[in-house]
């Protein structure tokens, strides 16, 4: 019996470091903030390095931050090294994620990676989330806990959208993949989008179903993101791909080493899934009787996970793992348009934006 215990443990250990070892880092282009972002609202809260490679975004009583990038991109590679607030975090959500909501309102796309909080002691929780052509109405979350403090250092995380699939990543590990089919028709992204990073006060759903709101005691909340990389095909939202031909920009992406899930790329994955997710809309059966299109149901998943989509009781780790919030949510687009730049300004001359009075 102990040494069972012991060559697991061993086992465990030889697996973390093929896991470190075999998983190179990517060969990535890293951009400066002036380079391809502006400011999206609160620029108050809003801190860029002398250098410009860092820029920390601020959440305190008075508002939350967010940046967005200062082109839209018809498929590419979005990434940043983020390092999360520590300490007391409940209700707060640190969002990374691609979006064209602003130009496209009732059709919009989104890709989504959204950090929530917690309270002190317990770990921060993200989810991963799909939007194609307006189709708010049926999300495709999937949670999860990570194997680390992602409030202790900085790590990267990656959405590679491209028109055959789309990859989250953390850091080298790609945690989840949505392989593209025709069954899934407009609720696959396909317009341009914009990437943007946002820190704002959640306190109705992100914590244990809105129970735990923000304790602004514990203000500012700071979260820092780095080396920041945007690659792809940019285009004019409104002149869209007639404009310009994305054709080769798309190729190179599709040549990257991030677009393709190496053995070693799988065997992580597995690892990630079968220890770290506790919510997937794939196996929520209440939810949807008959799963969204792109899911494959993995056997050794399926048996992990209860009916309604949560972790099987026997699996669950510590930290709280509750309900599920069905339908839409209200999102930070909303505050955006009470308090962002004004449209015209954005879809005009996107990189002059921050000329444009943002406060008027
Ligand atoms: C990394 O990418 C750059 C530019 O895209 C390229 O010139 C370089 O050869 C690449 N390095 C490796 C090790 O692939
Ligand atoms: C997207 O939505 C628009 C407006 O609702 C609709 O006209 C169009 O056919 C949809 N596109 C796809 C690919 O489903
Ligand atoms: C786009 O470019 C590719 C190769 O560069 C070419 O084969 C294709 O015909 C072009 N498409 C359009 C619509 O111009």
Redesign the pocket.
């Known amino acids: 019996m102990e040494y069972g215990i012991h060559s697991r443990t061993l086992f465990f250990f030889f697996f973390f470091f093929s896991l470190l070892y075999t998983t190179t880092a990517f060969n990535l282009t890293t951009l400066r903030f002036d380079e391809a972002y502006s400011p999206l609202f609160s620029d108050f809260n809003i801190q860029r390095s002398p250098d410009d490679k860092t820029v920390r975004l601020l959440l305190n009583r008075f508002s939350g931050s967010g940046i967005i990038s200062s082109d839209y991109y018809n498929y590419g590679f979005f990434s940043a090294s983020i390092k999360l607030p520590a300490e007391y975090t409940a209700g707060i959500v640190v969002a990374f994620y691609t979006s064209n909501v602003d130009t496209f309102e009732?059709?919009h796309d989104e890709l989504d990676i959204e950090f929530m909080g917690n309270v002190k002691g317990k770990p921060w929780r993200f989810q991963t989330n799909m939007y194609g052509?307006?189709s708010t109405s049926r999300g495709r979350e999937e949670r999860y806990r990570l194997w680390f403090d992602p409030s202790k250092d900085s790590h990267r995380y990656s959405i590679l959208w491209t028109p055959k699939n789309t990859i989250f990543y953390v850091d080298e590990v790609p945690i989840r993949e949505i392989v593209r089919n025709t069954a899934m028709?407009?609720d696959y992204p396909s317009k341009p989008m914009s990437l943007y990073a946002t820190i704002w006060d959640a306190s109705t759903w992100a914590t244990n179903g809105g129970k735990v709101k923000v304790d602004y005691k514990y203000e500012p909340f700071v979260s820092e993101f780095k080396d920041l990389v945007l690659e792809g095909c940019i285009v004019d939202p409104i002149e869209q791909i007639s404009s310009t031909n994305c054709t080769d920009r798309i190729a190179t992406l599709l040549a990257k080493e991030y677009s393709t899930i190496t053995p070693e790329g799988r065997k992580s994955m597995k690892w990630f899934r079968e220890k770290y997710i506790y919510y997937s809309s794939c196996y929520d059966n209440i939810r949807y009787p008959v799963p969204p299109p792109e899911c494959v149901v993995v056997p050794s998943e399926r048996e992990m996970f209860q009916n309604s989509g949560r972790l099987r009781e026997k699996l669950k780790f510590g930290g709280s793992n509750r309900r599920h919030r069905r339908g839409r949510r209200s999102r930070q687009p909303r505050k955006v348009a009470a308090t962002g730049r004004p449209r015209s300004c954005y879809v005009k001359w996107p990189r002059k934006c921050c000329m444009c009075n943002m406060y008027n």
């Open positions: 009732r059709n052509n307006g028709g407009g």
